[in-house]
């Protein structure tokens, strides 16, 4: 079974800065996927970035990157120039490759505020 | 186009009354998945319908919890004799069912067990 771990329940970033979130996760798969998901207090789920694992490369969307590290397990999300409208949850969710889709395991979520 | 839509916004029953909660996929997704999210928790995968195959059922908590898709479009996620545990707020999503597309997700559902 795959597990997810977010060990930042909270963070906060002042506006027009950087913050990087966390995310490891265990898996034996070879083959998966990776994303971060963003729910405003609207509570609708917003995809924000992909990763898939068979490439070396970073995925980036505009001020969002991540730092994938396949053999420490390591997908971490950078927000850059933070603005008030990042404020959110913030999950990372794994996906093993499979014909057709399969479900998404998520970590339980932190917590960003981006403070004016 | 309509985007993943989820009624009602909020539920609130008595504990043992039996609850349905309803999701209507974007039109032409064949899959489509139901998840639960507590209070300070991620998502948890609940149920996953795929076309015309057997549903994926391997996530729902007890046998107090049943979906169905009719028609391979609207599905129904009932919980009978509703514990205060399954208070929760539940999301369904929808995808194109190929290889690793995007999940759309809807507003959610939030279920409170008096």
């Known amino acids: ?116 | 186009g309509a985007g993943v839509s989820q009624s009602p916004s909020n539920k609130v029953t008595e504990k043992g009354k039996d609850v349905e909660l309803r999701c209507d996929p974007i039109s032409g997704h064949t899959a489509l998945y139901w998840y639960r999210q507590s209070l300070g928790q991620g998502l948890e995968f609940l149920i996953y319908f795929q076309g015309n195959s057997a549903p994926d059922k391997s996530g729902l908590p007890s046998d107090r919890f049943s979906a169905e898709r009719t028609g391979g479009s609207v599905s129904t996620l009932t919980i009978q004799r509703t514990q205060q545990e399954d208070s929760a707020v539940y999301l369904c999503a929808s995808s194109k069912g190929q290889d690793v597309d995007e999940q759309y997700f809807g507003p959610g559902t939030r279920l409170t067990v008096t």
């Not at chain 1, 913050?19 to 994303?35: P, W």
């Not at chain 1, 396949?70 to 008030?84: E, G, R, T, Y």
């Open chain 1, 1 to 116: 079974a795959q597990t997810v771990t977010q060990s930042q329940p909270e963070m906060s970033v002042q506006e027009a800065e950087t913050v990087t979130l966390s995310c490891t996760y265990d898996t034996s798969e070879n083959n998966y996927y990776l994303f971060w998901y963003k729910q405003p207090p609207s509570r609708q789920m917003i995809l924000v970035i992909r990763q898939e694992a068979y490439k070396q490369q970073n995925a980036t969307e505009n001020r969002f990157s991540v730092n994938f590290q396949k053999a420490a397990k390591s997908f971490s999300l950078k927000i850059s120039d933070s603005q008030l409208g990042d404020t959110a949850m913030y999950f990372c969710a794994f996906m093993k490759r499979h014909s057709g889709n399969t479900p998404l395991v998520f970590g339980k979520g932190t917590r960003l505020s981006v403070i004016a």
